[in-house]
């Protein structure tokens, strides 16, 4: 079992170009988390879908931000256009089980740099 | 709203003692709770967790009390090591319009000093 995989695993991107983030989640799990996480606010829940569809996208922080799960082993996370203040360690999460009840396995995460 | 409340902020014990983390949380549906060690430059990685028709739960080093009367729980790890040093974050699952997920707790830097 390779786990959740993330990539790319660093990015820096200039202010306002379009930055995309990958995750792969580990086969047969049914719910795929974004977290994103910064110093000032720690770790903070942007969106997760249950078999490929998004149940609570109230995390994410405006419009520039989109979230996509065309099948059970991809989605992505896509910042257009991107600011500085976007720069942060971003993770994915996948859970085989219901998140009000067990864990989940993080990625390595991405970490965004905009300048 | 729901928060989850985590102390202390950073932690450093010489190795051999006792370390113990402490978390309060407020929404008193809440019946799951993780704790999740992450180490520098990696994702968080489950460590324990509780339910809540538990009290205390036992895992070699590590162990988690929880007392849902009062709405916290504790981190207890015992004899620590030079790779205990990592931050750990505890979390208190949460259901809210028909979702559900984790509130995360602000994390704690533990040192442990050779």
């Known amino acids: 079992d390779a786990g959740v995989i993330q990539s790319p695993r660093h990015e820096v991107t200039e202010m306002g170009q379009e930055v995309t983030l990958r995750c792969k989640p580990i086969s047969g799990h049914d719910y795929l988390f974004w977290y994103r996480q910064t110093m000032m606010r720690g770790l903070e829940l942007l969106i997760y879908?249950?078999?490929?569809?998004?149940?609570?996208d109230s995390g994410m922080p405006e419009d520039r931000f989109s979230a996509k799960m065309p099948n059970a082993s991809f989605s992505t996370l896509k910042i257009q256009p991107s600011e500085p203040r976007d720069s942060a360690v971003y993770f994915c999460?996948?859970?085989?089980?219901?998140?009000?009840?067990?864990?989940?396995?993080f990625g390595s995460g991405t970490r965004l740099t905009v300048v | 709203g729901e928060n989850v409340e985590q102390h202390p902020s950073t932690l450093s014990v010489q190795e051999g003692d006792s370390a113990v983390i402490k978390c309060t949380y407020s929404d008193s549906a809440s019946n799951y709770f993780p704790w999740y060690k992450q180490e520098l430059g990696k994702g968080p990685q489950l460590i324990i967790d509780i339910r809540s028709n538990v009290g205390e739960k036992k895992d070699q080093r590590i162990a988690v009390t929880l007392n849902k009367t009062a709405k916290h729980f504790s981190l207890h790890i015992t004899e620590t090591q030079p790779e205990d040093s990592a931050v750990y974050f505890c979390?208190?699952?949460?259901?809210?319009?028909?979702?559900?997920?984790?509130?995360f707790g602000t994390g704690t830097r533990l040192k442990v000093l050779a």
């Open positions: 999460a996948s859970s085989h089980r219901s998140p009000f009840n067990y864990g989940y396995t």
């Open positions: 879908f249950n078999n490929n569809v998004p149940i609570d």
């Open positions: 979390a208190a699952s949460i259901a809210a319009s028909g979702t559900y997920k984790y509130i």
